[in-house]
């Protein structure tokens, strides 16, 4: 499996310690200091993961974090010196799937890491669901979702958190249910990460958000996917 690795990161010593620490788990590591590079490097290549600081000389994290999302669903961990859940979920908005708080343990670092590529490697392929005479569907081998036959680009973890509600239609899963089925078992970030991801896949497979037909809220429990077989 490819288990290929793009850093983005401007501070050498960071950037060199990031992949002195991946090198020795067995990931092939890429490293590079400034965002115009990293999107030429990206381009040239097949990453499973995108380790992306937002402080970069050139252009923002947060301009290369949209420019990859744009074309590629590929995972992407934040690094960052902002801390706080305002900021946490303007990181999950832009499409991040994990964000990191600078200082940071670079075992901790590898420890995500790791649960990621173990997760990615344990995925067993399934048919395709389909919900509302086809209107959504969900391949969980392809890992696309297709609404009224249009494909949507939702980041891994959407992808993941969609696929997990979708297969236990009709039960209520809690958000420390989708935590634990969706995230690393030592994922350390907030309730309101769940709350936000769910947020950004109604915007793309619900016609209204508000009025949702695939997955709804249970106030004060946790979240229900509703769609029709």
């Not at 940071?104 to 890491?113: D, K, M």
């Not at 395709?128 to 494909?151: C, H, M, P, W, Y």
Request: aromatic share 8%; with cysteine.
């Amino acid at each position: 499996m490819n288990n290929s690795i793009l850093v983005i990161e401007d501070e050498k010593s960071v950037a060199d310690v990031i992949e002195a620490y991946l090198k020795k788990e067995g990931y092939k590591v890429y490293c590079t200091y400034k965002g115009i590079e990293a999107m030429e490097i990206f381009k040239s290549k097949e990453f499973k993961l995108v380790i992306l600081d937002l402080m970069l000389p050139d252009i923002s994290g947060e301009e290369v974090c949209k420019r990859i999302r744009s074309i590629s669903n590929v995972n992407i961990f934040m690094l960052t010196a902002k801390g706080t859940l305002t900021d946490r979920i303007e990181g999950l908005n832009m499409g991040a799937d994990e964000y990191l708080v600078k200082p940071f343990s670079p075992r901790e670092l590898t420890a995500r890491v790791n649960a990621l590529f173990r997760r990615l490697n344990s995925e067993v392929k399934y048919d395709k669901l389909v919900f509302n005479n086809g209107d959504l569907t969900i391949d969980k081998s392809a890992r696309e979702v297709k609404v009224e036959g249009e494909q949507v680009n939702l980041t891994p973890n959407e992808f993941d958190i969609l696929y997990t509600l979708a297969v236990n239609k009709g039960k209520v899963l809690t958000r420390e249910q989708l935590i634990e089925k969706v995230f690393s078992s030592d994922f350390d970030g907030f309730d309101r990460t769940v709350d936000a991801h769910i947020k950004n896949i109604r915007k793309k497979i619900e016609e209204d958000s508000k009025n949702p037909k695939y997955i709804t809220t249970i106030i004060k429990v946790g979240y229900k996917f509703i769609g029709e077989n």
